[in-house]
């Protein structure tokens, strides 16, 4: 039975109503707007059970790389079906665990040498918290246990991975339960009191200061590199990013890169810690892992890391985590296929190309007098709404300016979530011009529409 012909849309909808709890939803307002269901998905497009299609403007929440129903993905699960859909690591392995191990290792940057799955974005940075925790301690030095993050961070919604985490919307209820961390200032250019040099500047130098003072007990330092994304799409200026981890670096530091949003060609590079040749010791990727079909995510570490966790059973060093679907087969079997596919296709290279075209399609929204500022870095776009060009005066909050933009692009046939008021575009790295071209008139019409 196919289960998209199965109910009507009201029956659904009431479904939804009585049982389901959408995640980062306000299920009021939500099931109040004729919130949409999914049916199917074809490229870039998506279809919902009434036959409306959509641009996917967030490629599923940042997720897909290849578009939907990419032949060879599907066939590269089926085909792992035909062996198995799963089967622990515990203790045990897999050939699709091994293969997609050696295929990341090979293309992540130098120094990180072994793979450690999970299943999502949060539990990949909680991983390589906890490692980088027991890391130090293994080693004979305990005292190096705090974290180091950027303020208005996002690494995921799981303990620590919140705890390091710097948006006060997300965190600040759950406080008592949190770790204490350090944060440092991100180099938010568009509302400092100066400019961009004196930004990075005023940036690092606070960093500085909190490696002098606090270096001897800081275990690692997690990044989002080159793009902040949850906290609003701002993007580091040139050349920060490597100048913070240097520093890091010389107080002893480990660098935990949070890949999770920017990996997999995202940027225009493969991973962004590459825009300015970054080594990290602890690399935590998600989302395009597997082209954005099946929840795997992994932390990558060097072996310094790897090292101090291994000895004899009795001594009891062995990292203590994992998961019932750490390393699910299928997962690794459709991720394997997604790096193929990007390298075959040179779809970075595209990327690349594709963003520049991209700049000049958004052009005229810097006209517009409630466009504050377009950040861009390869395929991943935020435009930000205010009130106010010249003050840079958000709307009040009660106005849900982002929402409702979104959802003018939604009745315009191109689905995207907001960050407050900061518009998201980030489509599936497939996209071609033409793609792109008709989804950015979709997003300078809503966005024009909201002000008149
Ligand atoms: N880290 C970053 C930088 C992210 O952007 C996200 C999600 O958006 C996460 C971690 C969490 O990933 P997930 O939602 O798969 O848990």
């Not at 390589?128 to 919604?157: C, Q, T």
């Not at 600040?172 to 990075?200: A, I, M, N, W």
Request: one cysteine or more.
């Amino acid at each position: 039975m196919n289960l998209n012909n199965s109910l009507s849309y009201d029956q659904l909808l009431q479904k939804n109503s009585e049982f389901l709890w959408n995640p980062f939803t306000q299920m009021t307002q939500y099931l109040h707007d004729e919130p949409i269901i999914i049916a199917g998905g074809d490229g870039i497009k998506l279809t919902d059970v009434t036959g409306k299609t959509y641009f996917d403007g967030n490629s599923s929440l940042w997720l897909n790389v290849h578009g939907h129903h990419k032949i060879e993905l599907d066939q590269a699960i089926k085909e792992q079906l035909d062996d198995i859909a799963h089967s622990t690591l515990l203790g045990m392995a897999s050939v699709p665990a091994i293969l997609l191990a050696e295929e990341l290792v090979k293309i992540t940057p130098d120094g990180l040498d072994k793979v450690f799955y999970s299943d999502s974005g949060a539990t990949a940075v909680e991983i390589a918290v906890k490692m980088a925790f027991a890391y130090w301690k293994r080693i004979g030095k305990p005292h190096k246990n705090r974290f180091l993050s950027f303020e208005n961070g996002y690494h995921g919604d799981t303990v620590a991975a919140m705890s390091i985490g710097g948006i006060g919307l997300y965190r600040e209820e759950f406080g008592p339960l949190l770790f204490d961390c350090l944060h440092t200032p991100f180099p938010y250019t568009y509302r400092f009191p100066g400019s961009q040099k004196e930004c990075v500047s005023y940036c690092l130098s606070a960093l500085e200061e909190t490696l002098e003072t606090n270096g001897d007990e800081i275990a690692a330092f997690v990044v989002e590199p080159i793009v902040q994304g949850a906290g609003g799409m701002h993007m580091m200026p040139k050349g920060f990013l490597s100048q913070a981890i240097e520093m890091a670096k010389e107080h002893n530091v480990l660098i935990i890169a949070d890949e999770v949003a920017t990996g997999f060609g995202r940027t225009g590079e493969l991973f962004a810690v590459n825009h300015e040749n970054v080594l990290p010791d602890i690399m935590a990727i998600g989302k395009g892992l597997t082209g954005g079909y099946l929840p795997l995510a992994a932390t990558v570490v060097a072996n310094k890391i790897y090292d101090a966790f291994l000895g004899a059973p009795e001594e009891q060093k062995a990292f203590y985590h994992g998961h019932s679907f750490t390393g699910n087969q299928l997962g690794c079997a459709v991720a394997l296929k997604n790096l193929e596919l990007i390298e075959k296709e040179n779809l970075i290279e595209k990327v690349r190309n594709k963003s520049n075209y991209l700049v000049e399609l958004l052009e005229p929204l810097n006209e517009l007098e409630h466009v504050g500022e377009i950040r861009q870095r390869g395929f991943m776009v935020g435009i930000e709404i205010v009130k106010d060009k010249i003050t840079k005066t958000p709307f009040p909050q009660k106005d849900l300016v982002g929402y409702k933009t979104c959802l003018a692009c939604r009745d315009l046939g191109l689905l995207t979530r907001p960050l407050g008021d900061v518009i998201v575009f980030m489509p599936p790295l497939v996209s071609d011009e033409k793609d792109l071209f008709e989804m950015a008139n979709i997003l300078i019409s809503a966005i024009r529409q909201i002000k008149s």
